[in-house]
């Protein structure tokens, strides 16, 4: 269906008639020219991203609902890197006219699929005309109490440094889908080149062949919020000094931590955790795995520093690796190697206005 035979408000009822809140913090949600919010005792927190089409996502390799999902997912784990808890969500469209009113129901399918494992209320939004593409901008709301609020400017000297899951394999699954992709367009120019009608019409239904990469696919085009982890440093009793989520690459935040806490670090390159499928596939096109697992960004897993008196409740969290320590301003920010060299972290992730 064309999006204009609905209209703006048609197209938002249709995408909203089944959001029902469940927080009793959502007074109000979807309807009016406000949603109405009441937070009693608790500090709000509000994040919001921006998404743009041939910058942040590529609809060649990743489909309306999954779109829908790791869109909804990148906002909720600001939430939780901030320990708190996500609680709402308003979700702003501009949509070109290539997209149908199903293309919209599909990529609000996959946001739903989100807000609804973390009992997120989608609340509210808007939606207008593109010339340029596809452009969504989500902003998320949560919760916390004062106390309980962790920031980036904490982490003290002696503080261990600390990372969830594991690193790269986002990085990785995107250069997988990018070289597929090149070489996907270049047998159809090959084949345009030639007027081969019939291997023009065989590339119309090209497979790539991801067999062993599930992983590493699932990394990039399926983001996971850490809530999981939130969950189990409350119940081991340990508050974090410093966190944030690796959207970046992991030398990128650390430093944004060094920076806001003034202080230094130490982490080890033996100690970064690293997925067979990541190192496979970095060996496969010639690439550094420690660099893609610096670097990569958009693995959503924490980077969090704890008072190094917690270092056995912590080690004993599953998904949960210890990586270094923080150290004072004056000593630098170092990796240390394999082989016990010393290099300086440079923050090299991913920056999109380079």
Not at 47 to 67: A, R, S
Not at 112 to 129: F, Y
Request: proline letters at 2%; one cysteine or more.
């Amino acid at each position: 269906m064309d999006i204009s035979k609905l209209g703006e408000f048609g197209l938002i009822d249709r995408l909203t008639k089944d959001c029902k809140p469940k927080n009793a913090s959502t007074v109000y949600g979807v309807g009016d020219d406000c949603a109405v919010l009441e937070y009693k005792d608790k500090q709000v927190l509000v994040t919001t991203d921006m998404l743009m089409e041939g910058v942040h996502f590529d609809l060649t390799y990743i489909d309306m609902e999954h779109l829908g999902y790791k869109s909804a997912m990148v906002n909720i784990s600001d939430i939780f890197a901030m320990n708190g808890t996500p609680r709402q969500m308003t979700v702003s469209l501009a949509i070109s006219k290539r997209f149908t009113v199903e293309d919209i129901e599909t990529f609000y399918r996959g946001l739903r699929i989100a807000c609804d494992k973390w009992n997120v209320d989608i609340v509210g939004g808007d939606t207008t005309s593109s010339y340029t593409g596809l452009a969504i901008s989500i902003t998320c709301i949560g919760e916390a109490d004062k106390q309980d609020i962790v920031y980036r400017n904490g982490a003290k000297d002696t503080d261990l440094v600390c990372v969830s899951g594991d690193l790269g394999a986002a990085y990785m699954g995107l250069q997988l889908l990018e070289r597929e992709k090149t070489v996907y367009y270049q047998q159809v120019e090959e084949a345009k080149k030639k007027g081969d009608k019939r291997a023009l019409e065989e590339l119309a239904h090209f497979q790539p062949d991801f067999a062993g990469k599930e992983y590493l696919l699932q990394r990039q085009l399926q983001a996971e919020a850490r809530g999981d982890i939130i969950a189990k440093l409350r119940q081991a009793g340990v508050k974090p000094t410093a966190m944030m989520d690796i959207s970046d690459g992991l030398s990128s935040e650390l430093l944004h931590i060094c920076k806001q806490s003034h202080v230094g670090c130490r982490i080890f390159e033996k100690n970064i955790p690293i997925d067979y499928q990541t190192a496979v596939m970095a060996e496969e096109l010639n690439m550094n795995v420690t660099t893609c697992a610096l670097n990569g960004g958009e693995d959503y897993e924490l980077l969090f520093t704890v008072p190094i008196g917690d270092h056995e409740r912590v080690k004993d969290i599953d998904g949960v690796h210890l990586i270094g320590h923080i150290t004072k301003e004056s000593l630098g920010k170092v990796l240390v190697t394999r082989d016990d060299n010393e290099f300086e972290l440079k923050a090299q992730g991913w920056n999109p206005l380079a």
